[in-house]
């Protein structure tokens, strides 16, 4: 295009020329004709030779003139269609995303190559531009492709302008929803009131899919006239906040249910000596009651505080290096009165040479003694129960197993929550707090080791405590 502008250039200032010199020269000549047929013979000579002179004239000034057009052409080339034909490739590199050579301004220049080299400095910035805001972009997506919340970003028609995988997968979305509506009329939320009844500011509401629980945040965005664009959805999935809120709000029911109980007793048994005369055996039914209960709800109590204090980790641990199979040893030992009074047999082995632990002992014995305790609890008269002390890696470990009334296999998920027991009312008989395991846990937790439950309903319990070993 630009070869053909110039060629039109340099034949329009060719024919100008040509027209030009022609018509000077056919005027001149027409003049001196005229004068030859009017002058004498010998005038007419010398006209005759001003004639051919002035044609000779015209000749050499035709080859002036186009040689004169070829360097107006050649400067033409070097000084305008050069320097546009480099703009114009400079300009198609930059479409195609290629690089672009800035060369620095040198005296000498026509202003067609400043304006070349002012064009060059400029796409080389816009060049840098664009990589910086590609490079921006590559960065926000690479960060919500990651994030574990969900955004969804619509338009004002409810179509989706982004979204991540982990929207996706917290609201369930299937490849056959695509708008606002589709993913929202269910649970009963409308675009246009978020948009239009909300003054702009973000809202929250929170949902229930299947067995999550979603928060959601809309927000509401504006374009750069300040009209209204879309609205952005941030997803969080509060599962977790929920269940242990509704854990906090199970833990002071049943607080205040355990304690009400004995104290509801103590009131009622001391109001009834209080107002009626006795003798004194019935008194001494009644205040063991009362005694039964008070220490029931002190030990209560007892193990809240125990609780609190791991929690706060307030609890101050001596670790100590013994003997996991003598401390075990003692343990049953200590429970003997228990085991003879439900006549069980009660065996203990040691497998292996197990090194000694260095750990709170207090803390493992109270472990023990609850373990074995609960073994003993739950298992009816004449029962077995074996305690097998082993060693294996780099942990020792307790084996408890018996043959008792067992957990039930939807149970067995949630027997070191606070307060969950199994049978309320049998533990509640037997003295338990349903504090013991989740006691134990900690304990265990605090000391690197864990505690591992199986169970069959009506045919016994297993269960392994680790400790690690001391290394040297």
């Known amino acids: 295009m630009i070869k053909s502008i110039q060629t039109k250039i340099i034949l329009l200032f060719f024919v100008i020329g040509i027209i030009l010199i022609g018509t000077l020269s056919f005027l001149n000549i027409y003049m001196l004709k005229n004068m030859e047929q009017q002058v004498s013979n010998q005038i007419q000579v010398l006209v005759k030779d001003q004639i051919i002179q002035t044609e000779i004239i015209a000749i050499i000034a035709i080859i002036i003139f186009v040689i004169i057009t070829l360097l107006v052409g050649y400067y033409v080339s070097k000084s305008v269609r050069k320097p546009i034909k480099s703009l114009i490739e400079s300009a198609e590199k930059i479409a195609d995303g290629g690089e672009v050579e800035i060369k620095q301004i040198s005296n000498g220049k026509t202003e067609i190559d400043e304006l070349v080299n002012a064009f060059s400095l400029m796409t080389g910035k816009l060049k840098q531009n664009l990589n910086e805001l590609a490079n921006q972009k590559k960065q926000i997506e690479t960060i919500l492709l990651h994030m574990t919340d969900g955004i969804i970003a619509f338009d004002m028609d409810g179509n989706i302008i982004h979204i991540n995988p ?259 009312a049998r533990t509640r008989e037997m003295g338990g707090t349903g504090l013991g395991l989740p006691i134990a846990k900690e304990i265990l937790t605090q000391n690197n080791g864990s505690i591992d439950i199986k169970s069959e309903f009506g045919k016994g319990t297993e269960v392994v405590i680790r400790v690690p070993v001391n290394k040297k």
């Open 166 to 424: 982990a929207a996706i997968s917290l609201l369930n979305i299937n490849k056959t929803e695509h708008s606002f509506n589709e993913i929202f009329a269910k649970f009963d939320i409308n675009l246009e009131k978020i948009v239009y009844l909300e003054n702009w500011t973000s809202s929250e509401q929170r949902i229930n899919i299947g067995e999550k629980y979603v928060n959601l945040l809309f927000a509401p965005f504006q374009d750069e006239n300040d009209k209204p664009a879309g609205v952005i959805v941030v997803i969080q999935d509060i599962t977790e906040h929920v269940k242990l809120d509704n854990m906090r709000k199970e833990f002071v029911a049943d607080v205040s249910h355990e304690l009400k109980t004995p104290i509801t007793s103590i009131m009622g048994y001391a109001d009834t000596l209080l107002e009626s005369e006795y003798d004194k055996e019935m008194q001494v039914k009644f205040l063991e009651v009362i005694s039964s209960e008070a220490r029931r709800m002190a030990k209560l109590v007892t193990d809240l505080l125990t609780l609190s204090k791991y929690d706060n980790k307030k609890i101050t641990k001596e670790e100590t290096e013994f003997d996991l199979g003598e401390l075990t040893k003692k343990c049953i030992e200590r429970l003997k009165f228990e085991i003879e009074k439900k006549n069980h047999q009660v065996e203990c082995f040691v497998t292996a040479n197990v090194p000694p632990v260095h750990a709170d002992k207090y803390g493992i014995e109270r472990v023990i003694l609850n373990i074995i305790s609960n073994a003993i609890k739950y298992t009816p008269e004449n029962g077995t129960i074996k305690v097998y002390v082993g060693f294996v890696y780099s942990d020792a470990y307790i084996k408890v197993i018996d043959n008792g009334i067992g957990i039930p296999e939807k149970d067995l998920s949630r027997i070191f929550e606070r307060f969950y027991r199994v049978d309320k």
